[in-house]
């Protein structure tokens, strides 16, 4: 949850002297609220979420903001960045609503799962076809995970050297068609995409 204040430096000035920022009526705004497990099929809560249409940036998010997870390159490329799973789900999710196929087979999709495409003699950029025809299952899995890995709901498991697989456990898979998680490998610093797991 973010919350804003208004007058946020001259509150900081008046508490640290020692003054209550509610006897100067200090606003406070709710900018971004998403309640716990609200991706979870069925769940209904009493307070809605929320979210800022201000362009002015409420501070910093929990993890990565657009800035942080797309670097821009001096020839007019760009470069994913991924750190966390919860950043790859952001990516995966981008590239298949942008339809940036040539980008999500470069940069998002694992070197692995490309050599095998490639031994198959298949282009890559098929696994993209693959997976837009499932953007909403997809979509459905990743909003029970809000947090990625660190959700309560999910299990990281490590498989093998930089492979780990992230998925949801209990009721949290209820109602799932296709999958219940997806295996990453840490690629050149980067999370990449595996492969879904059902």
């Known amino acids: 949850m973010k919350v804003k204040c208004r007058c946020s430096r001259f509150c900081f000035l008046l508490s640290a002297l020692g003054v209550s920022a509610s006897l100067l009526s200090c606003e406070e705004k709710l900018t971004n609220y998403k309640p716990f497990l609200s991706g979870v099929e069925g769940m209904k809560t009493q307070t809605p979420a929320v979210q800022s249409k201000s362009k002015e940036k409420a501070g910093p998010t929990v993890e990565g903001d657009e800035a942080d997870l797309v670097k821009k390159n001096d020839d007019g490329t760009v470069t ?12 995966i999710l981008r590239t298949l609503a942008e339809d940036e196929k040539q980008q999500f087979a470069e940069q998002v999709l694992s070197e692995v799962t490309r050599g095998e495409y490639q031994q198959r003699g298949l282009n890559p950029e098929q696994a ?38 992230v998925r949801l456990t209990g009721q949290a898979t209820k109602g799932l068609e296709k999958w219940t998680g997806f295996d990453m490998v840490l690629e050149k610093g980067n999370w990449r995409l595996r492969w879904f797991v059902s």
């Open 80 to 91: 994913l960045i991924a750190k966390t799973g919860r950043q790859l789900m952001a990516h």
């Open 128 to 165: 993209f076809e693959t997976l837009k025809k499932d953007r909403k299952e997809i979509s459905k899995l990743f909003n029970r995970m809000p947090m990625g890995e660190h959700s309560p709901n999910v299990i990281m498991e490590q498989l093998g050297r930089n492979l780990f697989r």
